[in-house]
């Protein structure tokens, strides 16, 4: 995939050691392919509430739980080509206190991102989606602040994405980008398919990916898109005409 495009920074700010394959897994190897610095922020690595295939199995700890979801995630993010850092904040409930909240700043200075992914803001059936989405944007803020930290380089007006959650009826998500995905879908399937923790999502996300991929279509996308993912916009977009 060649493009004669300037290299732009994503950063995706997830709950949960699997939230990004599942719903941004395409985004991420498309911006990846295209030559795009692609991190993800995993704040826990939902060993509690989000590992039930593991929990499942016989003589199951919380520490081979951890390290098992860490190896999946490890394999995911290298199938689709980004880079993942973990900060081990525990899930259900998903605490983050201040001194992560300045590491997460730290982290957005250091990748000044163009476009920041995350969870959408009210999700009722997981409050750690919540507190995700909180953490982003208040991260964002504070990130531009040029009174924080003096010593470092805010950063700019970063859009953010929202991705789209289990159920969004339930939870306000109404997307205005259908990204088409298909040509990596292959490489989101590979990621998909090492997530053994919650390997019962994975014909889930690939049939919602062909629905979205319809849409698409039907929004005017070319007959060869087969996989999208949808996204909703926090801020409004910049342009010079109206389209």
Known sequence: ????????S?????????????????ALALSAARGDAVRVICLSFGERG???????????????????????????AAALGVRVDFYD????????ADGDRD????????????????????????LDHDTAHATALRTRMIAQAMGHD???????????????????????????LLLDVTPVFDRKRKAMEVMSAQGHLI????????RRGVQARRNGAPAGVVQAEAFQRVFPVVGDELI
């Not at 994503?10 to 395409?26: K, L, N, P």
């Not at 989000?50 to 995911?76: F, Y």
Request: aromatic fraction near 8%; charge should be negative; proline fraction near 8%.
């Open 1 to 8: 995939m060649t493009e004669s495009r300037t290299p732009r």
């Open 10 to 26: 994503i950063v995706a700010v997830t709950a949960h050691s699997g939230d990004f394959v599942w719903r941004a897994g395409g």
């Open 50 to 76: 989000e590992s039930q295939g593991l929990w499942s199995r016989p003589g199951m700890d919380m520490e081979t739980v951890k390290r098992v979801r860490r190896e999946e995630a490890e394999a995911a």
């Open 89 to 96: 904040l525990g899930d259900y409930p998903l605490t983050v």
């Open 103 to 126: 590491r997460i700043v730290a982290a957005l200075r250091e990748a000044r991102p163009d476009v920041l992914l995350t969870h959408v803001a009210n999700d009722p059936y997981n």
């Open 150 to 176: 003096p010593a470092g380089t805010p950063i700019g007006a970063t859009q953010v994405l929202m991705f789209e959650p289990h159920q969004p009826e339930v939870c306000g998500f109404t997307p205005n």
């Open 203 to 210: 014909e889930y996300y690939t049939e919602l990916g062909r």
